[in-house]
């Protein structure tokens, strides 16, 4: 199991002005913030990003949304991060994520879930690797 994960700040939460309280969150969940920026990905840069799941009816939907503000992207360090950080965000339906998750207290959907946190330590080295080159963390 490794100790990094990936994560981004929804376009949602960002217009919301709930980055600094997510980002609290983190760090009082004792994740160590590695690296991390603020942009806004293009839609080519979303299709990429998201290209696992371009057979699914919801990728240009997702796509669309993800790009349609600014994100926070961020990487993430604690011992088994990937499974800790899931189970510190919450279900992917905030109807059934747990009280004081971060999408129980963010989110307004299943779509505009708060949150993005990878769901394999593989995954978590190739997301984190699309927006940070190893130079950028620290």
Do not use: W
Request: proline share 3%; aromatic share 10%; glycine share 8%.
């Amino acid at each position: 199991m490794g100790n990094i994960t990936f994560t981004m700040i929804k376009p949602c939460a960002v217009a919301g002005g709930h980055s600094g309280e997510i980002l609290a969150m983190i760090a009082g969940g004792g994740f160590k913030i590695k690296a991390m920026r603020m942009l806004r990905m293009s839609k080519a840069d979303a299709e990429s990003f998201y290209s696992v799941h371009s057979a699914r009816p919801f990728y240009g939907e997702l796509t669309d949304f993800m790009s349609s503000g600014p994100i926070v992207a961020a990487v993430l360090e604690k011992e088994n991060a990937v499974a800790e950080y899931r189970k510190f965000i919450g279900s992917t339906n905030p109807a059934d994520a747990a009280e004081g998750t971060v999408r129980k207290r963010f989110a307004k959907s299943i779509q505009e879930n708060a949150v993005h946190g990878s769901d394999s330590d593989e995954n978590a080295l190739i997301e984190a690797s699309f927006f940070f080159a190893s130079r950028d963390l620290f």
